[in-house]
């Protein structure tokens, strides 16, 4: 008999699992693969909290400030490699080299230094793929029009052969090959071959650099006499990457067990309580017992909600998900109602029939982008309505 | 799986490159384009008849991570292995004769398995003159390198074969051993009778075959399933009286529980039902409260390494939960990716140095988590992690049966 099981492993379910975890409940996270964090930056968007706090049935608004806050502050207590405060945005580069808005952020991403110099120098590795410099330099020269901006592209012998088979590097190649003991002895070189440019004068920005969670990395750029930053990247990404290598680190560390590759087949219910799950393991069914159970799965694009032509289903217990009247918007980049599809829940995050407001299930709790009436694209909150329920649900455990 | 099916699963990628972030193999070596390029990228252009570079298809290791990995659940390895056993149908050789002769040799672990323990003192001197080990690199491609475990007295068991199947077998268990316990690690093999007797259980040790995962590896797909049906119809009595068959391997294990059942034979149907991991068995056990808790407290603390083939079975880390029922035992799971091995595929002359790099994230989480005094020593289930991890980072590595065996006094 588990404490809790979490069925999902994204942000919100580690999360909440590492929050039970460490106050001494025993966790179960059963997830269909690794979860879409390799699909993400690896940045964390909270949105504008004290607008969003105030709009109906908003996620922020079911749990109130206290929990947005707490989970902020939680999340930065586990991982100091992240900076930044709920309430002012910083700033990242887009992988196009557009300065956007962020919540938390790793370290190394921050573009502030990018505000006051006069001259930026512009990595450009060459062969890699997703990034293209004149591209990025001219987002730059926009962005920041009181700065030159310098391309610098530099050939790394350790992609010899990347080069010979004539395959480009992708971002995650690039944030692997940077942690490697020759990445960082390349680095090193790297940035001495800077000495003709002043760099002393200049702000750095090197595309495909990761360096959050590598203490190998934070020492090597620790002395440098000019300021490094770090640019997003496409997906897969580095950063998304190590952000789900951190979680699970912390997780397991905590004593917590984390089940990947196996999805849920089955629950079984005994009234308004879920007492167990079936996974579908190899060869036969595995059957876990909990107190509280926590869906995690990802909406839409997590394989959450399985949406066709005449309905949309949640997968794991069949609770009815809401649906906005019309789905879509024709404008491809506009607001698209369906983003707000989800489940219901009461503030204890319960899941609810939205008719009758009543609970349909008394120990579960649903996160994350499960959650009903949010978008994450319009209101850039994903990560932190993943940090707030995901924190919440680890207390309730 | 069945043509449409499969078609299906094909159809469920979508092009994320989750699999190819993830895979040990595409990190360290560029020449391998990746699980995704070369599984279901390929599979569109190989089932319209045109195959696209079949020399890539060997540098899967067949680990399994990017089927773990998928959040779509497309089978990416089964469709590479489907893809290599139409090339190797379709007359494209994996390479030299000296190649194949090598694929022979590795694919049979047990042929050697039986060499090797006639005499083992004779075989182990003979595998540490170095000479013999070049020999064996240029005549069979074996990297003289790689770990080649010594060999023990052959694993011989209880072999309880008298045990009729019939109703009165409810306490009784049938063992896999597998190659590694059968011709490497006899006391291990040992081991995991006396702690099931222990429990109360007779054990039941047919002789066995080798599973047919090194043959299948090794392009000899024809041959794995003779090996299996071999297996299965030694299985088939018990299994039709309901006894579970139980695996101290994790890679045999896998095979029985994702293999066997396709298999068109009696007793295909009940295998995967009827298949445990050793601990997904005894951790059962403790759920129906039937596990023996007299355990002595131990003060051990272990770093923990989930073999490829353990995750692939979607159980979760059982023996983790169960060594921390005994007093005294703290566990790290350090969950650092592959050691690189993946059983022969590490010992291949042109894979030795991939499979080195692939480990040497785990090798150095070792070192490391020794150094600081997280832990004193290493534990995982796998025969061919324990001696990748050994030989990698030289921090003593076991299966964690001699964990339970010790907290019980049984050693």
Known sequence: MWDGIIIGGGLAGLLAGIRAAERGKKVLIVSEGVGSLTYSSGVIDLGDVERLMNQKSHPYALLGEKVVRSAAEYFQTLFPDYSGNWREPQFVLTPLGTPRKAGLIPRGLNTQALTETHKIILMALEGMKDFFPEVARSNLLKAYPQAEVVLHPFRVEGFEAWYTLGKSITGMDCGKYWRTASGIETLKGVWKSLDSFEPDKAVVIFPGLTSVFSQLLREVQFNLPFSVIEMTAFPPSAGGHYLYRGLVEKFKALGGELLVGSGVKKVELKGKQCHKIIVNSKGKDSEFSARVFVLATGGIFGGGIEVTLEAAKEMVFGLPPFVPSGWTNSEFLGEQPYARMGVETDNQLRPIDFASKEVLLENVRVIGRMLAHWDPWVEHCGGGVSLASGWFAGEQI | ?411
């Open chain 2, 1 to 411: 799986m069945e043509k449409l099916d499969s078609v299906k699963n094909l159809d469920a990628c979508i092009k994320c490159s989750a699999c190819t972030s993830q895979c040990p193999v595409a990190t360290v070596q560029p020449l391998f384009s990746g699980p995704k390029s070369v599984g279901p990228d390929a599979e569109r252009f190989r089932l319209e008849g045109i195959d696209i570079d079949p020399q890539c298809l060997s540098y899967c290791s067949n680990c399994k991570t990017c089927e773990v990995t998928c959040p779509s659940g497309v089978k990416i390895t089964e469709i590479i292995l489907r893809a290599r056993e139409k090339a190797s149908l379709a007359g494209q050789k994996s390479g030299t004769t000296r190649l194949q002769v090598r694929d022979l040799v590795l694919g049979r672990a047990e042929y050697l398995g039986r060499l090797g323990t006639i005499w083992p003192g004779l075989t182990n001197g003979l595998l540490k003159v170095s000479g013999v080990r070049v020999l064996m690199e240029q005549t069979l491609g074996i990297s003289r390198r790689a770990p080649l475990p010594p060999y023990q007295a052959k694993f011989k068991g209880i072999r309880n074969n008298k045990l009729v199947p019939n109703h009165r077998l409810s306490k009784a268990v049938v063992f896999f051993p597998g190659c590694f316990i059968n011709y490497n690690d006899s006391l291990t093999g040992q081991a995991v009778i006396k702690v099931l007797e222990h429990n109360g259980y007779d054990v039941i040790i047919p002789n066995f075959h080798c599973c047919g995962v090194p043959l299948q590896a090794n392009g000899k797909f024809n041959e794995a399933r003779g090996n299996a049906k071999k297996n299965l119809a030694l299985m088939n009595p018990y299994l039709q009286s309901g006894v579970p068959v139980i695996t101290g391997c994790t890679s045999c294990g896998l095979a029985l529980k994702e293999e066997y059942p396709n298999l068109e034979v009696s007793g295909s149907e009940l295998i995967g039902r009827q298949a445990y991991d050793l601990f997904e068995f005894l951790w059962l056990l403790h759920e129906e409260g039937g596990l023996k808790q007299d355990f002595q407290e131990i003060p051990v603390s272990l770093g923990y390494h989930a073999p490829c083939h353990l995750k692939a079975q979607g159980i979760g880390t059982p023996v983790v939960r169960l060594l921390r029922l005994i007093p005294g035992v703290r566990v790290l799971d350090l969950d650092t990716g592959c050691c690189g091995l993946s059983g022969s595929y590490g010992y291949k002359q042109e894979k030795y140095d991939i499979a080195r790099q692939i480990g040497e994230p785990l090798f150095r989480r070792v070192q490391v988590g020794v150094r600081i005094g997280e832990f004193q020593s290493m534990a995982t289930e796998c025969g061919g992690c324990q001696v990748q991890i050994e030989h990698g980072s030289g921090i003593a590595t076991k299966h964690p049966i001699w964990v339970f065996m010790q907290a019980y006094g049984l050693d």
